[in-house]
């Protein structure tokens, strides 16, 4: 399996519930990011991680909770979501140091009730 | 406020003719430009970038010219094919570092 891979890609959730997204790369990336695309919105970043620690955080509300246990795999955890929430999370690597190539994943859509 | 921006959210070209996509930055710290494309239900993917030393990278059909006096960058398609119609985004970084901003995207639909 190659690139980047991220699971599930269609999620409905209650804004009482708690969920995660995952990313995972085999690219042999260094630093790994989550990005939010709503509707009629530029992709905005959320977080950015380079070997495995925290570089980036753009004032992202606390319901949202990364986690990068190695520099394969990330999580988006999610709780106590609200509607405008909804959107396409999508998740990116790279070198840690390139020129600014992201490879994305697919994307998870993410519904919130 | 946007710093990147793309102000046509959709462009219709006939196959074969010159697809051009623009986009406009505020913020002169950027030295590095990037377009990707995405088609639907995929991500984004990369497709042509510009250091700012340049003015001009061309890769096949795929040009794309930087003008930083006047913070502006286009990317050319030319010949226009069916199979590029997507929605394309174009993005920014400073110190050629990976904290990229992105414009809202142009979507473009080559027409047979």
């Known amino acids: 399996e190659t690139g980047v891979t991220q699971t599930p890609r269609h999620l409905v959730m209650g804004m009482t519930n708690k969920k995660s997204l995952k990313c995972e790369q085999h690219l042999g990336h260094n630093a790994m990011y989550w990005y939010k695309q709503s509707a009629k919105k530029p992709l905005e970043l959320m977080f950015v991680?380079?070997?495995?620690?925290?570089?980036e955080n753009n004032s992202v509300p606390s319901r949202f909770s990364p986690e990068c246990p190695n520099s394969s795999h990330l999580f988006l955890h999610l709780h106590t979501l609200q509607p405008e929430d909804s959107a396409l999370y999508l998740c990116a690597s790279s070198h840690a140091a390139n020129t600014g190539e992201l490879f994305f994943g697919e994307g998870s859509r993410l519904t919130v009730l | 406020d946007q710093q990147v921006k793309q102000n046509s959210p959709s462009l219709s070209v006939q196959e074969g003719r010159i697809s051009i996509l623009n986009c406009d930055y505020t913020?002169?710290?950027?030295?590095?430009f990037l377009w990707y494309k995405k088609y639907p239900a995929e991500g984004p993917t990369f497709l042509i970038s510009?250091?700012?030393?340049?003015d001009k990278n061309e890769d096949g059909r795929f040009t794309v010219f930087l003008n930083k006096s006047a913070k502006h960058l286009s990317l050319h398609i030319v010949p226009s094919q069916p199979g590029d119609s997507a929605v394309y985004f174009c993005a920014a970084s400073g110190n050629a570092g990976n904290m990229l901003t992105f414009g809202g995207g142009t979507r473009l639909m080559v027409k047979p």
């Open positions: 913020n002169s710290m950027f030295d590095y």
């Open positions: 991680y380079s070997l495995e620690e925290r570089v």
């Open positions: 510009i250091s700012s030393i340049k």
